[in-house]
């Protein structure tokens, strides 16, 4: 199983990127997926998942520090997760992660893709 993330880059504070998390299996597969990021010096935190269950559609949610701001999405078809980012600003800086959860019989295996750096400033 391969993640792998793409659409970083640079941009200005205020403006907008779409991150996309290309599977090599299904996300239809995974329970849960989701996107994190690291600052430098930082901890990886988690920022926005979504629910799979083999499901179509799915629960989202947010970290406080994106809500409102950032859309996690998954088009199914395309075996591709997104991370949309409205009204980026500096502190949004950091390499971005993409994540799928499957579950097991006992815990949860993790996959993970490469991180994408996502850098805002004017």
């Known amino acids: 199983v391969q993640l792998q993330a793409s659409g970083g880059g640079l941009v200005q504070p205020g403006g907008s990127l779409r991150l996309s998390c290309s599977s090599s299996?299904?996300?239809?597969?995974?329970?849960?997926m989701g996107w994190y990021r690291q600052a430098p010096g930082q901890q990886r935190d988690l920022i926005a998942t979504?629910?799979?269950?083999?499901?179509?559609?799915?629960?989202?949610s947010y970290a406080d520090s994106v809500k409102g701001r950032f859309t996690i999405s998954r088009d199914d078809a395309a075996n591709t997760l997104y991370l949309q980012m409205n009204s980026l600003q500096p502190e949004d800086t950091a390499v971005y992660f993409c994540?799928?959860?499957?579950?097991?019989?006992?815990?949860?295996?993790?996959?993970w893709g490469r991180g994408t750096q996502v850098t805002v400033s004017s």
């Open positions: 979504i629910t799979g269950n083999g499901r179509r559609g799915g629960t989202t």
């Open positions: 994540n799928g959860q499957r579950s097991l019989t006992v815990g949860a295996q993790d996959y």
């Open positions: 299996v299904t996300t239809l597969w995974f329970n849960n």
